[in-house]
Protein backbone atom coordinates (compact mmCIF):
# COMPACT_ATOMS: atom_id res chain seq x y z
CA UNK A 1 0.00 0.00 0.00
CA UNK A 2 1.25 3.18 -1.15
CA UNK A 3 1.42 6.53 1.44
CA UNK A 4 -1.32 7.90 -0.07
CA UNK A 5 -3.61 4.53 -0.16
CA UNK A 6 -2.28 4.50 3.73
CA UNK A 7 -3.81 8.16 4.29
CA UNK A 8 -7.00 7.90 2.46
CA UNK A 9 -7.66 4.80 4.72
CA UNK A 10 -6.98 6.61 8.20
CA UNK A 11 -9.41 9.43 6.64
CA UNK A 12 -12.19 6.75 6.00
CA UNK A 13 -11.44 4.84 9.65
CA UNK A 14 -12.28 8.33 11.09
CA UNK A 15 -14.68 9.14 9.36
CA UNK A 16 -16.49 6.00 9.96
CA UNK A 17 -15.75 6.47 13.42
CA UNK A 18 -17.43 9.97 13.96
CA UNK A 19 -20.26 8.64 11.49
CA UNK A 20 -21.88 5.90 13.97
CA UNK A 21 -21.52 8.36 16.72
CA UNK A 22 -23.58 11.46 15.78
CA UNK A 23 -24.87 13.82 13.61
CA UNK A 24 -25.51 16.67 15.58
CA UNK A 25 -26.67 16.64 20.09
CA UNK A 26 -29.09 14.19 20.24
CA UNK A 27 -28.84 12.73 16.77
CA UNK A 28 -27.90 9.23 15.77
CA UNK A 29 -26.84 8.34 12.20
CA UNK A 30 -27.42 4.49 11.10
CA UNK A 31 -26.12 3.70 7.70
CA UNK A 32 -27.77 0.77 6.15
CA UNK A 33 -25.93 -0.56 2.96
CA UNK A 34 -28.38 -1.99 0.17
CA UNK A 35 -27.48 -4.33 -2.09
CA UNK A 36 -29.21 -7.35 -4.00
CA UNK A 37 -27.71 -9.88 -6.88
CA UNK A 38 -29.52 -9.74 -10.25
CA UNK A 39 -32.76 -8.90 -10.13
CA UNK A 40 -33.32 -8.88 -6.73
CA UNK A 41 -35.67 -5.50 -6.31
CA UNK A 42 -32.77 -3.04 -4.68
CA UNK A 43 -34.84 -0.15 -5.73
CA UNK A 44 -38.15 -1.52 -4.96
CA UNK A 45 -37.08 -2.18 -1.08
CA UNK A 46 -35.32 1.03 -0.67
CA UNK A 47 -38.58 3.09 -2.38
CA UNK A 48 -41.10 0.78 -0.06
CA UNK A 49 -38.73 0.80 3.13
CA UNK A 50 -38.66 4.79 3.08
CA UNK A 51 -42.77 4.72 2.15
CA UNK A 52 -43.72 2.75 5.05
CA UNK A 53 -41.94 4.71 7.45
CA UNK A 54 -43.45 7.68 6.13
CA UNK A 55 -46.99 6.29 6.72
CA UNK A 56 -46.29 3.64 9.04
CA UNK A 57 -49.75 1.79 9.36
CA UNK A 58 -48.37 -1.44 7.48
CA UNK A 59 -45.53 -1.72 9.82
CA UNK A 60 -46.48 -3.25 13.62
CA UNK A 61 -42.92 -5.69 12.91
CA UNK A 62 -40.97 -2.51 13.54
CA UNK A 63 -41.45 -2.49 17.43
CA UNK A 64 -40.94 1.42 17.68
CA UNK A 65 -43.84 1.95 15.04
CA UNK A 66 -46.56 -0.33 16.94
CA UNK A 67 -45.29 1.71 20.29
CA UNK A 68 -46.19 4.67 18.58
CA UNK A 69 -42.69 6.14 19.16
CA UNK A 70 -41.64 7.62 15.89
CA UNK A 71 -43.43 11.05 16.17
CA UNK A 72 -42.55 11.80 12.59
CA UNK A 73 -40.46 10.94 9.90
CA UNK A 74 -38.94 13.24 7.01
CA UNK A 75 -36.43 13.33 4.11
CA UNK A 76 -34.02 15.25 4.47
CA UNK A 77 -31.38 16.81 1.72
CA UNK A 78 -28.92 13.98 1.04
CA UNK A 79 -25.77 14.42 3.49
CA UNK A 80 -22.95 13.35 0.71
CA UNK A 81 -22.82 16.17 -2.09
CA UNK A 82 -20.53 13.93 -4.73
CA UNK A 83 -23.20 10.98 -4.38
CA UNK A 84 -26.12 10.94 -6.48
CA UNK A 85 -29.48 11.16 -4.65
CA UNK A 86 -31.99 7.96 -4.48
CA UNK A 87 -34.57 8.80 -6.71
CA UNK A 88 -37.26 8.12 -4.55
CA UNK A 89 -40.17 10.39 -5.49
CA UNK A 90 -39.81 9.33 -9.02
CA UNK A 91 -40.09 5.45 -7.93
CA UNK A 92 -42.84 5.89 -5.37
CA UNK A 93 -44.85 7.27 -8.12
CA UNK A 94 -43.87 4.65 -10.76
CA UNK A 95 -45.24 2.26 -8.60
CA UNK A 96 -48.07 3.63 -6.99
CA UNK A 97 -49.15 5.31 -9.96
CA UNK A 98 -52.68 5.02 -12.21
CA UNK A 99 -50.43 2.98 -14.26
CA UNK A 100 -48.01 0.94 -11.71
CA UNK A 101 -44.77 -0.28 -13.23
CA UNK A 102 -41.66 -1.24 -12.00
CA UNK A 103 -38.71 1.15 -11.97
CA UNK A 104 -35.37 1.10 -13.53
CA UNK A 105 -32.90 -0.66 -11.40
CA UNK A 106 -29.66 0.36 -10.09
CA UNK A 107 -26.62 1.38 -12.02
CA UNK A 108 -24.59 3.15 -9.92
CA UNK A 109 -24.08 4.12 -6.23
CA UNK A 110 -27.15 6.59 -4.65
CA UNK A 111 -28.29 7.75 -0.89
CA UNK A 112 -30.95 9.09 0.68
CA UNK A 113 -31.24 10.17 3.93
CA UNK A 114 -34.83 9.63 6.49
CA UNK A 115 -34.56 11.60 9.61
CA UNK A 116 -36.86 9.48 12.28
CA UNK A 117 -37.99 11.43 15.50
CA UNK A 118 -38.23 9.32 18.36
CA UNK A 119 -39.69 9.60 21.64
CA UNK A 120 -37.63 7.69 24.74
CA UNK A 121 -39.05 4.26 26.24
CA UNK A 122 -38.36 2.40 29.30
CA UNK A 123 -36.01 3.91 31.72
CA UNK A 124 -35.29 6.76 29.83
CA UNK A 125 -38.85 8.00 29.03
CA UNK A 126 -38.72 10.23 31.98
CA UNK A 127 -35.42 11.42 32.05
CA UNK A 128 -35.30 13.42 28.78
CA UNK A 129 -37.33 14.53 25.42
CA UNK A 130 -37.47 13.44 21.59
CA UNK A 131 -34.32 12.56 19.57
CA UNK A 132 -33.57 12.39 16.08
CA UNK A 133 -32.28 9.25 13.84
CA UNK A 134 -30.87 9.52 10.40
CA UNK A 135 -31.04 6.57 8.43
CA UNK A 136 -29.11 6.83 5.57
CA UNK A 137 -30.02 4.22 2.99
CA UNK A 138 -26.97 3.38 0.79
CA UNK A 139 -28.26 1.81 -2.45
CA UNK A 140 -25.38 -0.19 -4.70
CA UNK A 141 -25.26 -2.42 -7.44
CA UNK A 142 -24.72 -6.45 -6.29
CA UNK A 143 -22.22 -7.22 -9.11
CA UNK A 144 -20.06 -4.57 -7.17
CA UNK A 145 -20.74 -6.36 -4.35
CA UNK A 146 -19.04 -9.38 -6.20
CA UNK A 147 -16.35 -7.98 -6.71
CA UNK A 148 -15.40 -8.36 -3.30
CA UNK A 149 -14.38 -12.12 -4.03
CA UNK A 150 -11.20 -10.29 -6.49
CA UNK A 151 -9.31 -8.34 -3.71
CA UNK A 152 -7.40 -11.92 -2.41
CA UNK A 153 -6.93 -13.40 -5.94
CA UNK A 154 -4.45 -12.77 -8.36
CA UNK A 155 -5.23 -13.34 -12.16
CA UNK A 156 -4.12 -17.00 -13.17
CA UNK A 157 -6.59 -17.51 -9.99
CA UNK A 158 -9.17 -15.73 -11.34
CA UNK A 159 -8.83 -16.90 -14.54
CA UNK A 160 -8.74 -20.67 -14.11
CA UNK A 161 -12.07 -20.41 -11.72
CA UNK A 162 -13.45 -18.13 -14.30
CA UNK A 163 -12.81 -20.58 -17.46
CA UNK A 164 -13.90 -23.58 -15.34
CA UNK A 165 -17.70 -22.40 -14.04
CA UNK A 166 -18.16 -21.53 -17.85
CA UNK A 167 -16.99 -24.01 -19.95
CA UNK A 168 -20.42 -25.87 -20.09
CA UNK A 169 -23.06 -22.88 -20.43
CA UNK A 170 -23.77 -21.88 -23.74
CA UNK A 171 -23.99 -18.63 -22.75
CA UNK A 172 -20.29 -18.66 -23.21
CA UNK A 173 -19.71 -20.01 -26.62
CA UNK A 174 -18.51 -16.76 -28.07
CA UNK A 175 -16.03 -16.07 -26.16
CA UNK A 176 -14.42 -19.13 -25.94
CA UNK A 177 -14.52 -19.60 -29.32
CA UNK A 178 -12.83 -15.98 -29.39
CA UNK A 179 -9.90 -17.30 -26.82
CA UNK A 180 -8.90 -19.95 -28.86
CA UNK A 181 -7.64 -17.71 -31.29
CA UNK A 182 -5.62 -16.03 -28.64
CA UNK A 183 -1.77 -16.75 -27.60
CA UNK A 184 -1.54 -15.37 -24.19
CA UNK A 185 2.58 -15.94 -24.39
CA UNK A 186 2.29 -13.37 -27.78
CA UNK A 187 2.88 -9.82 -27.61
CA UNK A 188 -0.06 -7.85 -26.21
CA UNK A 189 -2.30 -6.30 -28.91
CA UNK A 190 -4.70 -4.00 -27.92
CA UNK A 191 -7.27 -4.43 -30.20
CA UNK A 192 -7.26 -7.95 -29.72
CA UNK A 193 -7.29 -7.37 -26.17
CA UNK A 194 -10.86 -4.84 -26.65
CA UNK A 195 -12.08 -7.49 -28.65
CA UNK A 196 -11.51 -10.00 -26.87
CA UNK A 197 -12.86 -8.17 -23.18
CA UNK A 198 -15.73 -6.94 -25.46
CA UNK A 199 -16.86 -10.84 -26.21
CA UNK A 200 -16.56 -11.41 -21.97
CA UNK A 201 -18.79 -8.91 -21.37
CA UNK A 202 -20.93 -10.05 -24.07
CA UNK A 203 -21.44 -13.22 -22.27
CA UNK A 204 -21.98 -11.61 -18.49
CA UNK A 205 -24.73 -10.00 -19.71
CA UNK A 206 -26.11 -13.34 -21.58
CA UNK A 207 -25.57 -15.07 -18.23
CA UNK A 208 -26.91 -12.73 -16.08
CA UNK A 209 -30.12 -12.78 -19.01
CA UNK A 210 -30.17 -16.49 -18.22
CA UNK A 211 -30.22 -16.38 -14.13
CA UNK A 212 -26.93 -16.98 -13.13
CA UNK A 213 -25.73 -14.90 -10.04
CA UNK A 214 -21.29 -14.62 -10.18
CA UNK A 215 -21.16 -12.27 -13.48
CA UNK A 216 -18.14 -10.45 -12.46
CA UNK A 217 -16.35 -8.19 -12.98
CA UNK A 218 -19.20 -6.35 -11.66
CA UNK A 219 -18.07 -2.67 -14.14
CA UNK A 220 -17.95 -5.00 -16.94
CA UNK A 221 -21.61 -4.99 -16.89
CA UNK A 222 -22.87 -1.42 -15.57
CA UNK A 223 -19.02 0.54 -16.70
CA UNK A 224 -20.33 4.13 -16.41
CA UNK A 225 -17.68 6.24 -17.38
CA UNK A 226 -14.79 3.73 -17.08
CA UNK A 227 -16.43 1.97 -20.51
CA UNK A 228 -13.73 1.67 -23.38
CA UNK A 229 -10.73 2.39 -20.90
CA UNK A 230 -7.38 -0.10 -19.97
CA UNK A 231 -9.26 -0.68 -16.65
CA UNK A 232 -12.26 -2.44 -18.07
CA UNK A 233 -9.79 -4.12 -21.15
CA UNK A 234 -9.47 -7.59 -19.92
CA UNK A 235 -10.52 -10.94 -19.82
CA UNK A 236 -9.96 -14.25 -18.54
CA UNK A 237 -6.98 -16.06 -20.09
CA UNK A 238 -5.27 -20.25 -19.73
CA UNK A 239 -1.68 -19.78 -18.27
CA UNK A 240 1.15 -20.18 -20.86
CA UNK A 241 3.73 -21.87 -19.58
CA UNK A 242 6.20 -18.73 -19.77
CA UNK A 243 4.96 -15.64 -18.94
CA UNK A 244 6.94 -13.39 -20.53
CA UNK A 245 6.82 -9.34 -19.67
CA UNK A 246 4.95 -7.50 -22.67
CA UNK A 247 3.25 -10.70 -23.89
CA UNK A 248 -1.07 -10.84 -23.80
CA UNK A 249 -1.22 -12.85 -20.03
CA UNK A 250 1.63 -9.97 -18.67
CA UNK A 251 -0.60 -7.66 -19.59
CA UNK A 252 -3.66 -8.58 -18.99
CA UNK A 253 -2.92 -9.65 -15.47
CA UNK A 254 -1.20 -6.13 -15.26
CA UNK A 255 -5.09 -4.48 -15.68
CA UNK A 256 -6.52 -7.06 -13.81
CA UNK A 257 -4.46 -5.78 -10.85
CA UNK A 258 -5.11 -2.31 -11.76
CA UNK A 259 -8.80 -2.86 -11.50
CA UNK A 260 -8.30 -4.11 -7.79
CA UNK A 261 -6.58 -1.27 -6.87
CA UNK A 262 -8.58 2.07 -8.96
CA UNK A 263 -11.79 0.53 -8.94
CA UNK A 264 -12.80 -2.18 -6.18
CA UNK A 265 -11.05 -0.75 -3.40
CA UNK A 266 -11.73 3.28 -4.03
CA UNK A 267 -14.95 2.04 -3.83
CA UNK A 268 -15.39 -0.08 -0.75
CA UNK A 269 -13.17 2.55 0.78
CA UNK A 270 -15.41 5.38 0.32
CA UNK A 271 -19.00 3.68 1.16
CA UNK A 272 -18.95 0.41 2.43
CA UNK A 273 -16.21 1.36 5.58
CA UNK A 274 -18.88 3.30 6.74
CA UNK A 275 -21.99 0.86 6.53
CA UNK A 276 -23.32 0.34 9.80
CA UNK A 277 -25.80 -2.70 9.01
CA UNK A 278 -26.02 -4.17 5.65
CA UNK A 279 -28.69 -5.96 3.71
CA UNK A 280 -28.63 -8.37 0.62
CA UNK A 281 -31.41 -9.12 -1.59
CA UNK A 282 -31.55 -12.46 -3.25
CA UNK A 283 -33.35 -13.58 -6.01
CA UNK A 284 -34.04 -17.39 -4.72
CA UNK A 285 -37.12 -18.31 -7.04
CA UNK A 286 -35.57 -16.94 -10.09
CA UNK A 287 -32.58 -19.35 -9.60
CA UNK A 288 -34.51 -22.04 -8.67
CA UNK A 289 -36.62 -21.37 -11.53
CA UNK A 290 -33.48 -21.15 -14.25
CA UNK A 291 -32.57 -25.09 -12.30
CA UNK A 292 -29.68 -26.86 -10.62
CA UNK A 293 -26.56 -24.82 -12.23
CA UNK A 294 -27.87 -22.00 -11.49
CA UNK A 295 -29.14 -22.50 -7.51
CA UNK A 296 -25.27 -23.64 -7.20
CA UNK A 297 -23.86 -20.48 -8.83
CA UNK A 298 -25.98 -18.47 -6.60
CA UNK A 299 -24.66 -19.97 -3.33
CA UNK A 300 -20.95 -19.92 -5.24
CA UNK A 301 -21.70 -16.18 -5.22
CA UNK A 302 -23.19 -15.51 -1.89
CA UNK A 303 -20.02 -17.42 -0.49
CA UNK A 304 -17.80 -14.99 -2.19
CA UNK A 305 -19.91 -12.43 -0.51
CA UNK A 306 -19.34 -13.19 2.97
CA UNK A 307 -15.57 -14.58 2.81
CA UNK A 308 -14.90 -10.33 3.07
CA UNK A 309 -16.71 -11.00 6.47
CA UNK A 310 -14.60 -14.14 7.57
CA UNK A 311 -12.09 -12.88 10.48
CA UNK A 312 -8.81 -14.96 11.09
CA UNK A 313 -6.41 -13.31 8.76
CA UNK A 314 -5.51 -9.77 8.26
CA UNK A 315 -7.51 -9.76 5.12
CA UNK A 316 -7.74 -6.14 2.99
CA UNK A 317 -11.21 -5.32 3.67
CA UNK A 318 -10.77 -5.99 7.45
CA UNK A 319 -7.36 -3.68 7.53
CA UNK A 320 -9.71 -1.22 5.65
CA UNK A 321 -12.17 -1.04 8.33
CA UNK A 322 -9.28 -0.65 10.92
CA UNK A 323 -11.81 -3.92 13.22
CA UNK A 324 -14.74 -2.09 12.39
CA UNK A 325 -17.30 -4.54 11.37
CA UNK A 326 -21.11 -4.51 9.95
CA UNK A 327 -22.86 -4.99 12.75
CA UNK A 328 -25.62 -6.85 11.24
CA UNK A 329 -26.32 -8.39 7.76
CA UNK A 330 -29.88 -9.08 7.21
CA UNK A 331 -30.16 -12.09 3.54
CA UNK A 332 -33.65 -11.51 2.47
CA UNK A 333 -35.04 -13.79 -0.50
CA UNK A 334 -37.58 -11.40 -2.42
CA UNK A 335 -40.72 -11.83 -4.25
CA UNK A 336 -42.24 -14.09 -1.32
CA UNK A 337 -45.44 -13.01 -3.04
CA UNK A 338 -44.85 -14.98 -5.93
CA UNK A 339 -45.80 -18.28 -3.48
CA UNK A 340 -48.33 -18.74 -1.16
CA UNK A 341 -48.05 -18.05 2.43
CA UNK A 342 -47.86 -21.82 3.07
CA UNK A 343 -44.53 -21.63 1.42
CA UNK A 344 -42.88 -18.61 3.05
CA UNK A 345 -40.92 -21.20 5.89
CA UNK A 346 -39.79 -22.99 3.18
CA UNK A 347 -38.63 -20.28 1.27
CA UNK A 348 -36.90 -18.86 4.07
CA UNK A 349 -35.45 -22.72 5.04
CA UNK A 350 -33.98 -22.96 1.36
CA UNK A 351 -32.18 -19.75 1.33
CA UNK A 352 -30.44 -20.60 5.53
CA UNK A 353 -29.51 -23.38 3.41
CA UNK A 354 -27.68 -21.71 0.58
CA UNK A 355 -26.03 -19.83 3.21
CA UNK A 356 -25.10 -22.70 5.45
CA UNK A 357 -21.62 -23.61 4.01
CA UNK A 358 -20.71 -19.89 4.16
CA UNK A 359 -21.52 -18.95 7.40
CA UNK A 360 -20.10 -22.50 8.88
CA UNK A 361 -16.51 -21.58 7.85
CA UNK A 362 -17.29 -17.86 9.36
CA UNK A 363 -17.10 -16.49 12.75
CA UNK A 364 -19.72 -13.69 12.96
CA UNK A 365 -18.25 -12.35 16.05
CA UNK A 366 -19.39 -8.96 16.40
CA UNK A 367 -21.81 -9.21 12.79
CA UNK A 368 -25.27 -10.76 14.03
CA UNK A 369 -27.15 -12.39 10.61
CA UNK A 370 -30.38 -13.61 9.53
CA UNK A 371 -32.13 -15.16 6.89
CA UNK A 372 -36.04 -13.69 5.68
CA UNK A 373 -38.36 -14.24 2.83
CA UNK A 374 -39.81 -11.00 1.95
CA UNK A 375 -42.08 -8.97 -0.75
CA UNK A 376 -41.12 -5.28 -0.30
CA UNK A 377 -44.28 -4.67 -2.55
CA UNK A 378 -47.31 -7.37 -2.15
CA UNK A 379 -48.05 -7.69 -6.18
CA UNK A 380 -50.46 -10.30 -5.81
CA UNK A 381 -53.52 -12.22 -3.52
CA UNK A 382 -53.55 -15.82 -2.52
CA UNK A 383 -56.39 -17.85 -4.07
CA UNK A 384 -57.02 -21.59 -3.92
CA UNK A 385 -58.20 -24.01 -6.68
CA UNK A 386 -59.23 -27.48 -7.33
CA UNK A 387 -56.76 -29.06 -9.96
CA UNK A 388 -56.19 -32.96 -9.95
CA UNK A 389 -58.79 -33.54 -7.72
CA UNK A 390 -56.83 -31.75 -4.84
CA UNK A 391 -56.77 -28.29 -3.61
CA UNK A 392 -54.07 -26.21 -4.54
CA UNK A 393 -52.58 -22.88 -3.18
CA UNK A 394 -52.32 -20.38 -5.90
CA UNK A 395 -51.22 -16.54 -6.19
CA UNK A 396 -52.95 -13.83 -8.36
CA UNK A 397 -51.99 -10.93 -10.38
CA UNK A 398 -51.39 -8.95 -13.08
CA UNK A 399 -49.23 -9.92 -15.13
CA UNK A 400 -46.20 -8.17 -16.69
CA UNK A 401 -46.55 -9.56 -20.46
CA UNK A 402 -49.91 -7.95 -21.40
CA UNK A 403 -51.38 -7.08 -18.31
CA UNK A 404 -53.67 -9.85 -17.47
CA UNK A 405 -54.85 -11.34 -14.43
CA UNK A 406 -53.48 -14.86 -14.02
CA UNK A 407 -53.44 -17.14 -10.71
CA UNK A 408 -49.95 -19.10 -10.48
CA UNK A 409 -49.29 -22.57 -8.55
CA UNK A 410 -45.25 -21.95 -9.15
CA UNK A 411 -45.07 -25.78 -7.86
CA UNK A 412 -44.08 -26.75 -4.27
CA UNK A 413 -40.57 -26.13 -2.43
CA UNK A 414 -39.82 -29.42 -0.45
CA UNK A 415 -40.18 -29.32 3.37
CA UNK A 416 -35.63 -29.31 3.60
CA UNK A 417 -33.79 -27.73 1.41
CA UNK A 418 -30.86 -30.88 1.45
CA UNK A 419 -32.49 -32.23 -1.20
CA UNK A 420 -32.45 -29.79 -3.88
CA UNK A 421 -29.04 -28.27 -2.80
CA UNK A 422 -27.32 -31.50 -3.40
CA UNK A 423 -28.86 -31.87 -7.05
CA UNK A 424 -27.22 -28.01 -7.54
CA UNK A 425 -24.09 -29.20 -5.78
CA UNK A 426 -23.72 -32.18 -8.07
CA UNK A 427 -24.08 -30.78 -11.32
CA UNK A 428 -27.72 -31.65 -11.85
CA UNK A 429 -29.24 -30.58 -15.55
CA UNK A 430 -32.89 -30.25 -14.04
CA UNK A 431 -34.63 -31.06 -10.65
CA UNK A 432 -35.33 -34.61 -10.21
CA UNK A 433 -38.76 -34.14 -8.41
CA UNK A 434 -40.70 -30.94 -9.81
CA UNK A 435 -40.51 -27.79 -12.57
CA UNK A 436 -40.68 -24.59 -10.83
CA UNK A 437 -42.10 -21.68 -12.68
CA UNK A 438 -41.93 -18.18 -12.16
CA UNK A 439 -44.17 -15.46 -13.56
CA UNK A 440 -43.31 -11.95 -13.98
CA UNK A 441 -45.90 -9.63 -12.58
CA UNK A 442 -46.40 -5.89 -12.32
CA UNK A 443 -47.25 -4.01 -9.36
CA UNK A 444 -51.29 -4.12 -8.72
CA UNK A 445 -53.16 -1.52 -9.05
CA UNK A 446 -53.49 0.35 -5.03
CA UNK A 447 -56.07 2.19 -3.24
CA UNK A 448 -53.99 2.95 -0.34
CA UNK A 449 -56.02 4.72 2.84
CA UNK A 450 -54.79 7.10 4.98
CA UNK A 451 -51.36 7.15 6.72
CA UNK A 452 -50.99 3.32 5.51
CA UNK A 453 -48.15 2.95 2.93
CA UNK A 454 -47.86 0.17 0.15
CA UNK A 455 -49.01 -3.79 1.22
CA UNK A 456 -45.40 -5.68 1.59
CA UNK A 457 -45.18 -9.30 3.39
CA UNK A 458 -42.56 -8.79 6.61
CA UNK A 459 -40.85 -5.71 5.32
CA UNK A 460 -41.46 -4.50 9.13
CA UNK A 461 -39.59 -7.41 10.32
CA UNK A 462 -37.00 -6.44 8.10
CA UNK A 463 -36.55 -3.32 9.43
CA UNK A 464 -36.99 -4.40 13.14
CA UNK A 465 -34.04 -6.69 12.44
CA UNK A 466 -31.86 -4.17 10.71
CA UNK A 467 -31.80 -0.91 12.67
CA UNK A 468 -35.04 -1.78 15.16
CA UNK A 469 -32.71 -1.85 17.94
CA UNK A 470 -31.51 1.80 17.43
CA UNK A 471 -35.10 3.05 17.55
Not at 55 to 72: D, N, S, V
Not at 180 to 203: C, M, N, V, W
Amino acid sequence: MGIGDFVDDLAARAEALGQGLTGGFGTRTIRLGVTGLSRAGKTVFITQLVANLLERGRMPGLRAAAEGRILAAFLQPQPDDTVPRFDFESHLAALTGPDPHWPEGTRAVSELRLSLRIAPSGLLAGLGGERRVNLDIVDYPGEWLLDLGLMEKDFAQWSGEVLTRIAARAEAAGYLDALRTIDPAAPFEETQAKALAGHYASYLRAAKAAGYSDCGPGRFLLPGELEGSPVLTFAPLPRPDRVVRGSTWHEMARRFEAYKAKVVRPFFRDHFARIDRQVVLVDVLGAIHVGPRAVEDLRGAMEAVLSAFRPGRPGWLSALLGGRRVERILFAATKADHLHHAQHARMTRFLAGLLRSARDRADFAGAETAAMAIAALRATVEESHARGGEVVDCVRGRLLDGGREAALFPGELPESPAAMLAEAHGGAESWLDADYAVMAFAPARLSLRAGEGPPHIRLDRAAEFLFGDLL
